[in-house]
């Protein structure tokens, strides 16, 4: 059989001669509830889709479920260190809280987030002396969860990491890493733990980021207790 183009469940469902009901079901992964599939019909399901080259609409699903269950990464290098800690911090932890890393190299967040790819995003990838972003500020109005990580930006909907300069010595040099601060502020956004308007933190750390030092404190007197799990005592 040619494969379609961009096969969709219906192409599945007539394939494997059952109903879109049960495609459906199968392909979302769902073990639970009343339905009961059999072993061979979830076979021939399966079956029928990697014949037919079935990618599931990540878009479409999101529109279903009302999340995607992903959050964004958007860095500049894989092979640059801060940009490789981010994206494996956030793979490692994003799963314990029920979501999915999608990392993006390069401009692709925009288009991707603003086509409602991933529920949230962290921004590592913007200029050192932008004080705004046009995709940011439309991912804010929208209420999409975001942690940017941005020297010159300011919260507005959302939560900015601020680059600085840190002695090495300081005691505070032990801080969480900013790589799992950024990913534990998106948790938090995500779950709705953080405070609307947005908060601008940073942490001293050893870590540089684009050629500077991570220093952080808190601007905003509405952040003090926001993220429990700044615990510096």
Known sequence: MKRASNPTLRDVAIKAGVSLTTVSYVLSGRNTGTTRISQPTHARVLAAAADLGYVPNQAARGMRLGRTEMVAVAIGDLEWAPDRALATAAAAILPKHGYQAVIMLGQAWRQFMLSGGADGIIVGDIPPHASEDSTITELARRGVAQVVISAAMQPAGFDVLVPGVVDPASPAAGADSIPELAVHMLVERLVGNAPADGVRV??????????????AYRESPSAVGSFSWIDRT
């Open 202 to 215: 940073a942490v001293p750390r050893r870590l540089t980021l684009r050629g500077t030092s991570l220093d």
